[in-house]
């Protein structure tokens, strides 16, 4: 069976599916599956599915990974387009979720589609499709347990690229500062300590920490996003807390210990010099219920990662863009993606190929580029045959 990628990229967008609310795009893709007489399809606890073909000889095995949660429409009167539409014209579809990312999961299926129609199952190694749930606020959590399950040998994440190789990411991490004073009442604040006073003093010197730089993923950046004293609003009272959230983007060398240490250093040199000075710096955590009733939780620390830009699979992959007629054109994500688990977790060979760009993700009237989406699902076809065809 073939598969007309920009209709079926229109199916997927007329079903809502919010982060914790992706049923019934499985249960879409199920039935998808079903007649494209996928050899195994399975949905794991968190609700994730993945679809199996398998080649008649045994060899790698290759996941196309997409995921299947949108972000939300903050302001509906601000698009033009209806969300949940599917509109297809002048050469686009539209539709939340349409380039970040049900475009390119479209793309990935009628690749994959047509490849199975040329070469049935005459092929070595298992092709693998998978809808993840989640990712927008969990990065690569819920790919922990399609690793642990499938455990494939290539990822293509499928996110957009703007029709390039991505070969890696900068990661994130959540910090949270929080400084300890003493309430009083600010009538006599000298008998008390304020903490956010406290937190003044910190953050110029956090904002010393040194970050490393990587030639290709660029600058580790460390930024204050948020601020917030209690008891607030403070009403006569002299805040006894200040939390601080930074947003931190990792390098392959940064670990989670490694970033809080260097906030834990200029803490430390604070705690020498002022009297009473008290701060802690830790991972933010958070969790969010699953579809299926599972809880996702984590701790908000999502890895970087880089692959060899000049591996056998890189040019393998450089190879089925140029037979698409595209040129040779290498890069790496600016935000982040299941990447963080393949890549920088379970240190699988992982390379990005997708339609689209990044910038037309999570915006008003998002759509995508029909171009874009039929050119993906020819390279994702000749990746299959020419990743699967490598030899060891
Ligand atoms: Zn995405």
Redesign the pocket.
């Known amino acids: 069976m073939r598969v007309n990628v920009e209709k079926l990229c229109s199916k997927l967008l007329q079903i809502r599916s919010l982060s914790g609310d992706e049923k019934a795009v499985v249960d879409f893709l199920k039935d998808l599956f079903t007649r494209l007489e996928f050899d195994e399809i399975s949905v794991d606890r968190y609700g994730s599915i993945v679809g199996i073909i398998r080649g008649e000889r045994p060899g790698k095995k290759l996941l196309f990974d997409s995921?299947i949660d949108t972000v939300g429409i903050p302001k509906p009167e601000d698009w033009a387009e209806d969300p949940f539409g599917g509109q297809i014209r002048d050469g686009r579809v539209y539709g939340r979720g349409s380039s970040?990312?049900k475009g390119p999961l479209a793309a990935a299926i009628a690749g994959v589609a047509e490849f199975v129609h040329e070469h049935g199952r005459d092929f070595a190694g298992d092709i693998m499709i998978s809808g993840i749930v989640h990712?927008?606020c969990f990065e690569g959590v819920a790919a922990r347990e399609i690793s642990k399950k499938h455990k494939p040998d290539y990822v293509i994440i499928c996110?957009t690229t703007d029709l390039k190789l991505n070969y890696g990411q900068r990661g994130r991490m959540e910090v949270r500062i929080e400084t300890f004073g003493k309430p009083c009442h600010s009538s006599n604040p000298s008998e008390g300590i304020n903490a956010v006073y406290h937190m003044a003093e910190l953050i110029p010197e956090i904002a010393k920490v040194k970050l490393g730089h990587d030639e290709d993923l660029g600058p580790g950046i460390m930024e204050l996003v948020d601020i917030c004293s209690q008891p607030y609003p403070g009403a006569s009272v002299v805040p006894a807390r200040c939390l601080a959230t930074y947003d931190v983007r990792t390098l392959t060398t940064d670990s989670a210990e490694s970033i809080l240490a260097s906030i834990n250093e200029a803490i430390d040199l604070l705690s020498s010099k002022i009297p009473d000075f008290k701060a802690e710096a830790s991972l933010v955590e958070s969790s969010a219920v699953c579809y299926t009733g599972e809880v996702i939780s984590a701790k908000r620390f999502f890895p970087a990662w880089k692959s060899d830009p000049d591996s056998a699979e890189s040019r393998a992959i450089l190879d089925a863009m140029e037979n698409a007629g595209l040129p040779r054109a290498k890069g790496v994500y600016s935000?982040c993606?299941n990447g963080s688990h393949y890549g920088g977790e379970a240190g699988l060979t992982v390379y990005g190929f997708g339609p689209s760009k990044e910038e037309q993700?999570h915006m008003d009237d998002e759509y995508i580029e029909i171009a874009h989406l039929q050119k993906a699902a020819e390279v994702y076809r000749r990746i299959c045959g020419n990743l699967l065809g490598l030899e060891d």
Request: proline fraction near 0%; charge should be negative; hydrophobic fraction near 20%.
């Open positions: 995921h970040d990312m990712e927008e996110e935000f993606t993700c």
